[in-house]
């Protein structure tokens, strides 16, 4: 900075601040989010003493987006309503859309349908308004998934379909995980044959761009409907195939959601050893990461068999193994397993 002797002090303030502005981005990218907050504040205190009002807009996009990332809604918001209002300010109507659509995924995080949809609406607005054709499409997806969300399955679909169709313009990659959600609302509604058939494309897609972390997703999914077809050989294939990948993946949480599936399948075939085993590396896992829904719902799972199985020779060591992986009383460990 010190070499270009022929800027003015405002001009390599400018720069300076672009400059951490990008390293910020760098920081970004590689999840170093203390170091990208440091940087773009860094850019930011630049941009404010030099009076770069209009790019101060996309530092404090950029902050809202690593805010967001740690799940910091708050200060999110906070930083995309000071970039909106700089974009607002200077009449872009342009980078306003991609804020609002921001602004959108985090009232979604945080199940705030209206808001979610007001603010994508608003994004799809302008994205319509500039022709912005392919960036329309994200758009739709995640309205899709507001509706999805509300169980408002033809609204639902209809979003996916519209998303869908651009980005099969596009000849983009993002089908998959539109044809994926597709998948989801089909089967929420028992629409089997249909549901396989979008997890069928959306599994192609991902094999095809070697995505093999979302192939476990689907292979899940598509365990989820042949368990509930009943066809245990198919649900244990798919789920084997998950389970590889989340391994490879090293995916804890996703493991013990496929160590429930194995037990549930096992369970219905009333292996009730087998089920037992399965549930208990499931609980172990959602446990550590105080995941209180999910152990709940094995916890329920353990009592199902504890109930369902008088002669069960591992019975009696359910209640103690509860009791250790919970660090509770046995006595209330025991409590948990009774009929409600």
Do not use: C
């Amino acid at each position: 900075m010190n070499g270009l002797k022929h800027l003015s002090n405002e001009s390599k303030g400018k720069l300076a601040g672009q400059i951490y502005h990008q390293l910020g981005r760098v920081a970004q990218e590689q999840r170093e989010w203390a170091t990208a907050v440091s940087h773009y504040n860094q850019a930011l205190a630049l941009k404010i003493e030099f009076n770069d009002r209009y790019r101060q807009a996309a530092t404090y996009h950029q902050l809202g987006m690593v805010a967001q990332e740690q799940r910091e809604w708050a200060t999110a918001v906070s930083h995309y309503n000071q970039a909106l209002a700089i974009y607002i300010e200077f009449n872009d109507r342009y980078e306003q859309a991609g804020t609002y659509h921001q602004l959108g995924i985090v009232a979604e995080e945080q199940r705030e349908w209206a808001t979610a949809v007001s603010h994508y609406n608003q994004a799809l607005a302008l994205k319509i308004e500039f022709n912005d054709r392919y960036s329309q499409a994200s758009t739709y997806h995640q309205l899709g998934r507001v509706a999805q969300e509300q169980r408002e399955w033809a609204t639902a679909v209809s979003h996916y379909n519209q998303a869908l169709a651009i980005y099969i313009e596009f000849n983009d990659r993002s089908q998959a995980s539109t044809y994926h959600q597709l998948g989801r609302v089909a089967q929420e509604q028992r629409e089997w044959a249909t549901a396989v058939s979008h997890y069928n494309q959306a599994l192609v897609l991902f094999i095809e761009f070697n995505d093999r972390y979302n192939q476990a997703n689907v292979n899940h999914q598509l365990g989820m409907v042949a368990q509930e077809q009943r066809e245990w050989a198919t649900a244990v294939s798919h789920y084997n195939q998950a389970l590889a990948l989340f391994i490879e993946f090293n995916d804890k949480h996703g493991q013990a959601r496929l160590y429930h599936g194995f037990g549930r399948v096992a369970e219905e075939q009333e292996k009730w050893a087998d089920a037992a085993n399965y549930f208990f590396n499931a609980l172990t896992i959602f446990h550590d990461f105080q995941d209180n829904h999910s152990t709940g719902i094995t916890v329920r799972s353990l009592a199902r068999v504890w109930q369902a199985a008088p002669e069960f020779t591992g019975k009696p060591a359910i209640p103690g193994q509860l009791a250790a992986i919970l660090s509770i009383p046995p006595a209330e460990a025991l409590a948990l397993l009774q009929p409600t």
